[in-house]
């Protein structure tokens, strides 16, 4: 039990998996599932960090693997709805960019041994970006004009949006820790 949290954090990228077959496939009631899915993955995203600060204990797995397990969870996502065609694809192309770029940062600095946490911007990216695809969802799902299906000016606007504080998330990142890249020691 004493790993509940690093789980919880593994079974995000089962869940992605299972989440991309149900947006893949045409069958009754696959978007639902697959929101409920990603729902369900979303809850444990909150739920391994809040056991592992106040329970568990934080590790360095958790710190590393968890941010890795939403990057996964929301650019496979992103990834499903372009191929759904609610979104365009150089808008998560950038999302995927600033993951990549911020997750090579912190490969190199935990191999200097520093383990670098989710900033408050990262957060923020985070959870407008689960929101963001719990709206594609329900387009896909609800086909309302009130929500973003595939094609309309509010599934680009919503997109773009995301896709914009994505890239200002990782620009502030990279700003903040600077001094570690532009180190002379760092850079060895």
Known sequence: MKSLPNHLTVSR???TAVMMVCMSIDFPYARIIALAIFALASVTDAL???LARNFFGVTSFGKLMDPLA???LVCAAFIGFVELGSL????VVMIIAREFMVTGMRLLMIEKGIVMPAGMWGKVKTTVQMATICLYFM???LESDWLPVPGSAFAWWLGLGSA???AWSGVVYFWQQRHLIWDKQSAT
Do not use: N
Not at 88 to 91: F, P, V
């Open 48 to 50: 391994d960090g809040y």
């Open 139 to 141: 387009g896909l799902v």
């Open 164 to 166: 914009l504080l994505t």
């Open 13 to 15: 990228f089962w869940m």
């Open 70 to 72: 939403d990057k996964v």
């Open 88 to 91: 365009s694809a150089w808008m």
